[in-house]
């Protein structure tokens, strides 16, 4: 775009939301534009001349912005401008389409509902080996404006949440994917045809030389591609190339089929920008995931413990409930909205329960009648009777997979908070295994 025409350029612009996007946008902006700052909670966090630049909820009605950037946090059914932000809906955007405004760098952008954060990862691992300038962006925890020092050839690995992509209205991705859809989100989206319709948004946008990658075996997604019309080339692809390159590699993260179907879209993505081929086989082989992202924390004794901290749905553990022994799963914390557990009958028997939490009924509900459950105060408590029946059955390969399915904001700061607790958990109960 030209910064002629670049509409972010010397404008009247309202920030929304004062976290770590709201705050890289205001600094990217600040010389560009006249800005102005709002948030329901002013953010403990010092910004420069904040002061100055925070507009109160009255001055608010009575300016006229040019353009509006809400941070993906924000809700505009569910915030203090709500009724503003309805009637000003034209204006809003996002910081992704900021950055599209002002570069044109080539990018991969990720999204789905689970995956998102490793397929990431693991394609920056891939890049950076490859002495690329690659930057790692987006929802994964690094704003996409506070990147400094980019170069035309510097190449950004995008993590789209669909709270980001809601909003924006120009950002469009070179490179883009789709991993997977089941419902999300939706005390935020209402609907899972929202929320569709949000992740969607990265195909729409794209033009006839751009590259939306698919697996074939995923129909849903093939279908909504054919009824969109898209015009991007379709790059559709079956499961044997990650087959064949898994022969090759020994690496226990890659038996978990999430993790595997993860790794078909990266092959598809680097085999497309012609990356050599055997320091790609060298950083998947050493690739040891996220934290708390279905991370093996203890192996040993025929006793494996997966920290999957990250699950907020039941959706995210059906990979590694499918593919490990004897598990020992902990579930429990806030329950997401229209979540449903879509696992096959066959792996029933393979699994025992232990819901911890106040928020039991639901889960109880959704595995009543088909997998065996107990139910405990804390993840403490469940832990710990857990590690008593594994030091009883001592010949027997077992899992405890920790994977709670549920927000975390009921005992947690946050999903890491949550994972690191879990952690310390198993150092101290581990002794003699």
Known sequence: MDKDLNIFLN????IYGLGKTGISTYNFLKNKSSVFLFDDFIPKKKIPNLKSKLINHKKILNTEFDLIILSPGIDIHKCKLSKF???NKKKIFSDLDI????????????????????TCQLLYEIFSSQKIDVRLVGNIGNPILSTKKIKKKTIFIIEASSYQLEYSQLFKSRYAAILNLSPDHLERHKTFKNYVKAKFKLLVNQSNSDFFFVRKDNVYIQKKIMSLKAKSKIIAFDSK?????????????FLNETNVENLSYVLEITNKLKIKKDILKKTVQNFKGLKYRQQIIFKKNNLTIINDSKSTSFSSSIGALKTNPNIYWLLGGIFKKGDKLMLPRKYYKNIRA????????????????????QNFNSIKGALKK????????????????????AASFDSFKNFEDRGSYFNKLVKSYTNGI
């Open 241 to 253: 190339k990650v087959k064949n390159f898994l022969i090759k590699i020994s690496n226990d993260y």
């Open 386 to 405: 857990i590690i008593i029946d594994v030091k009883n059955r001592k010949l027997q390969n077992r899992t405890i997979f920790f994977s709670p399915c």
């Open 99 to 118: 950055f599209y405004a002002f570069y044109k760098n080539d990018n991969i952008t990720i999204t789905g509902t689970n995956g998102k954060s490793t």
């Open 354 to 373: 232990f819901i911890y939490g106040k928020n039991k009924k639901p889960f109880i509900k959704e595995l009543d009648g088909r997998i065996k459950y």
């Open 11 to 14: 404008k009247k612009i309202l």
């Open 85 to 87: 932000l309805k009637k």
